[in-house]
């Protein structure tokens, strides 16, 4: 594997924070605890068989949407916003935030609606660029790891927080900085709207 360098991370930070639309969906780390239980599971056929194969990509392989490609991105209507996976309330839109970046971004989440992971999905695409066939996955690095110390001091400050449904597990976005605000930034097709009632 090629080294990775200050200059290939630097001039690879916006690709990197703005678009991770073919970066793996994070897996949780366990640290030697039983994995989650998710209430809602499905088969990946089953899966297929629900959602498009657009949806497919964001919500289980954890791809990004294109900015301004769901029509709620700038939608400033009261209602519930639903997971599409397992119809979970996730946010409600008296949080969002209207900006123009082209996702959802809400202040809050509905009480024990997501989970969060650390998404590593950085570390992958810096070993595919370096021209590894065998990039690496998962949530630790192999022990004997492709990195020296200080690229792996830079790539973790690459690290984002990965946003998932709590009972089916779907990616739904990431938890960023954005303005100087923690906000929840959020791919659209992830969500269904359900307008406040009259």
């Not at 990775?4 to 703005?18: D, E, F, K, Q």
Request: a negative charge; charged letters at 25%; aromatic letters at 8%.
């Amino acid at each position: 594997m090629s080294k990775v360098t200050r200059r290939a991370i630097l001039t690879t930070l916006p690709g990197v924070l703005g678009a991770t639309a073919v970066a793996p969906q994070a897996f949780a780390a366990t640290n030697g605890v039983d994995a989650f239980t998710f209430e809602v599971t499905r088969t990946e056929a089953e899966w297929r068989a629900m959602l498009t194969d657009d949806e497919y990509l964001v919500l289980r392989d954890g791809a990004t949407e294109a900015p301004r490609s769901d029509p709620k991105w700038d939608s400033s209507e009261a209602g519930i916003y639903r997971c599409k996976g397992c119809d979970l309330p996730t946010f409600d839109a008296r949080h969002k935030v209207v900006l123009d970046k082209g996702w959802l971004f809400f202040r809050l989440a509905e009480t024990d609606s997501v989970l969060t992971s650390i998404d590593r999905a950085v570390y992958d695409q810096f070993a595919a660029r370096s021209g590894d066939a065998s990039p690496m996955m998962g949530p630790d690095l192999p022990e004997e790891q492709a990195f020296s110390a200080e690229e792996q001091e830079l790539l973790d400050s690459l690290l984002a927080i990965e946003v998932h449904c709590r009972r089916c597990a779907s990616h739904l976005g990431h938890h960023l900085l954005v303005d100087r605000k923690m906000l929840y930034c959020i791919n659209g097709i992830s969500l269904n709207f359900a307008p406040e009632a009259a």
